[in-house]
C-alpha cells in the first residue's frame, strides 16, 4: 500500500483460486494461487463513484494466474457482480465486470480509497 498513490493506493484486486503451502529446506512457505483482475479505466465509474475491476488475462488470452505469499495479501474486497440484462447466474465466476465495494466496511473505506 502506498498511500501517495491516488485511487486503490496501489493496491491490485485478486480472487484466491487455493491456499497451501510447501516445506523447503527447513522452512514452511504459506502460498495462495490467484487470479489476478485488472482495472478498468483509471478513474472510478462515475454513477456509483467504485472502482470497477474485470478478471486478468495474458495476451495470448489465458488467466492471469500466480503463486504469491500469503504475507502479499493485505485485506479482503469485496466485489460486487456489474449485472448486465441477465438477472440471474449461478455463480460469481460468470460475470465479467465488478465493482469494489468501499462501503463494505470501515477499514475498506481508509484503504482503499
Known amino acids: 500500500m502506498n498511500p501517495e498513490l491516488e ?14 503451502s510447501f516445506f523447503f529446506r527447513g522452512s514452511t512457505f504459506p502460498c495462495a494461487v490467484i487470479h489476478w483482475f485488472d482495472t478498468v479505466g483509471d478513474p472510478t465509474d462515475e ?12 495476451p495470448n488470452h489465458s488467466p492471469n ?5 500469503i504475507d502479499s495479501i493485505y485485506c479482503a474486497a469485496h466485489l460486487i457482480p456489474v449485472y448486465g440484462t441477465h438477472f440471474f447466474h449461478y455463480s460469481y465466476d460468470s460475470f465479467r465486470f465488478y465493482y469494489v465495494n468501499k462501503y463494505a466496511d470501515h477499514h475498506a473505506f481508509k484503504i482503499a480509497f
Not at 485511487?7 to 497451501?20: E, P, T, W, Y
Not at 454513477?47 to 495474458?58: E, M, N, R, S
Not at 494466474?65 to 505469499?69: T, Y
Open 47 to 58: 454513477d456509483t463513484g467504485l472502482w470497477v475491476v474485470h478478471p486478468g488475462f495474458a
Open 65 to 69: 494466474i500466480s503463486i504469491i505469499h
Open 7 to 20: 485511487g486503490m493506493q496501489g493496491l491490485d484486486v485478486a480472487h484466491v483460486l487455493c491456499f497451501f
